[in-house]
């Protein structure tokens, strides 16, 4: 089954503790990204990826990190997590990025930072 | 700036009937694609349907189709034949040919019985 996975769903951590969420698809796409989702915002993206080894940031990287090391996965890094980042996270992937190109979403991450 | 409005925080709908979710954009790049998503109360993201710039028909997916006036930069989701499992956060975005998808803060739909 084509899809995009996520883990873990839930996290509760407290200021300060290094985490990783970790993305991976199994569709070969080039382009994988990930928003953080706030109510009355919507989505905002973090950071994107063009393919293997290109990274960039999106509108709100202040407090990430990403690497892209191999083609299917994508994690996103808080080194330093604070209260602000608790949010609901998606990483989400489409075949390249063009206009035409359906974006496919993993289940999401809600993420309490205490 | 916002490059995609939705003016309807919440909508209800009686079950059955045909609902309209309002989405106005903003670009100055002639190749976009439009795109609605659903999310239901267990928070994924659902893709429901895709209108691109340069298609002259409107997009149908079913109970959905999507009400495309270019000129007024407006991509509307309409519903027909509402269901209770309709229920959920609707948000359009735009992905531009020079950027990547931007979305509205949504639309949470309620289907009454």
């Known amino acids: 089954e084509a899809q995009v996975t996520q883990n873990p769903r839930y996290l509760i951590t407290v200021t300060g503790k290094k985490l990783t969420v970790t993305c991976s698809q199994n569709?070969?796409?080039?382009?994988m990204s990930w928003y953080r989702q706030d109510p009355g915002l919507g989505l905002r993206q973090i950071y994107y990826s063009m393919n293997v080894e290109v990274t960039d940031k999106g509108d709100v990287p202040e407090g990430y990190k990403v690497s892209r090391k191999e083609k299917r996965n994508f994690p996103l890094i808080l080194e330093s997590p604070s209260p602000n980042q608790t949010s609901l996270y998606f990483c989400a992937s489409s075949l390249r990025l063009a206009p035409q190109e359906t974006q496919y979403f993993g289940p999401g991450t809600r993420l309490l930072v205490l | 700036a916002q490059k995609i409005t939705q003016t309807q925080p919440g909508m209800f709908v009686q079950e059955k009937e045909a609902v309209t979710l309002d989405c106005t954009y903003d670009?100055?790049?002639?190749?976009?694609?439009l795109f609605w998503y659903k999310q239901p109360s267990s928070g994924e993201m659902i893709f429901l349907i895709y209108q691109g710039s340069y298609d002259q028909q409107n997009a149908t997916e079913g109970r959905y189709s999507l009400n495309f006036q270019k000129a007024r930069k407006s991509a509307n989701l309409v519903i027909s034949a509402s269901q209770l499992g309709d229920s959920a956060m609707y948000f359009c975005a735009m992905r531009e040919s020079t950027n990547d998808m931007r979305f509205g803060a949504g639309t949470r739909l309620t289907v009454k019985p």
């Open positions: 569709m070969n796409h080039e382009y």
């Open positions: 670009t100055s790049d002639p190749s976009y694609g």
